[in-house]
């Protein structure tokens, strides 16, 4: 456990040079609440995929897809410095790595999702929007829990598969799937088929759930609620998050072992 913290407050302090984590990680996610947020006054607040309860779910998300692209970077740099290849002799264990990798990213995530819960109350506050208690903070932060941690995991997949160059060319690919397979700003609901297509992969169940734990309303005026489609939804994303874990921990392991 000692090895993991070490290696966790390297990778912390080699995070917090990159000025990524702070312009992606941070930034861009609180920009699009506020841009999403503007849309939705101008438009007299019928569009109810941009209100802070339906919002912030979608925003949180995809702000996950960016912790995905800072641990793909920083794994696949790692991979071909002259550290790494030092510390693969050394007596830790893959497991410690990806640990180390993973704690980090899975706390960058809660952060994401600690800043956008609170900058989206305080641009409610401002428009004088409805939200969510705070229990339904705590609800909304565990119903994420998987896709934070299928996206982390796939961060180091990335890294760990690709080189420097290629990695984030491909995160940034998975970044715009994310964002427009999971509904985060679109109401996918009025899409028919294409909403039953995007009920299989992990994005936007996750938004779903997300909704459904802030109480939001369809563009019907519906309120989302849990439903065997929700089961569905969540079996499947327990079952994505697995498998990618899975695959991230045999690809390295197999590149430490070569």
């Known amino acids: 456990m000692k090895r993991t913290l070490t290696f966790l407050n390297r990778n912390f302090k080699e995070m917090v040079r990159d000025p990524i984590v702070y312009i992606f990680c941070l930034g861009f996610p609180l920009v699009m609440l506020i841009m999403f947020s503007v849309i939705n006054h101008f ?14 779910p979608g925003i949180m998300m995809f702000s996950f897809t960016f912790v995905m692209l800072q641990l793909s970077l920083q794994v696949s740099k790692d991979k071909t410095s002259a550290l790494l290849k030092r510390l693969y002799t050394s007596p830790m264990k893959s497991i410690e790595f990806i640990l180390g990798y993973a704690i980090l990213g899975i706390l960058v995530g809660l952060a994401q999702s600690l800043c956008t819960i609170l900058f989206g109350f305080i641009i409610a506050k401002i428009e004088g929007a409805v939200y969510f208690s705070f229990a339904r903070c705590l609800l ?4 994420q829990m998987p896709i934070l941690i299928f996206f982390v995991f796939l961060g180091i997949l990335c890294g ?15 970044i715009s799937a994310a964002g427009v397979l999971g509904g985060s700003w679109m ?6 088929g294409f909403k039953s297509f995007c009920n299989f992969l992990p994005f936007y169940p996750s938004v779903c759930l997300g909704r459904i734990a802030t109480k939001a309303t369809y563009v019907s005026g519906e309120v989302y609620s849990f439903s065997n489609i929700s089961i569905v939804g969540l079996v499947l994303l327990a079952i994505y998050t697995i498998l990618v874990l899975i695959i991230s921990v045999l690809i390295f392991n197999r590149r430490q072992d070569n």
């Open 43 to 56: 438009t007299a607040g019928n569009t109810p995929t941009f209100e802070p309860t339906s919002l912030i």
């Open 140 to 143: 909304l932060i565990l119903t």
């Open 160 to 174: 760990t598969a690709l080189s420097e160059k290629s990695a984030p060319g491909i995160s940034s690919i998975l």
């Open 187 to 192: 109401p996918l609901e009025t899409m028919g």
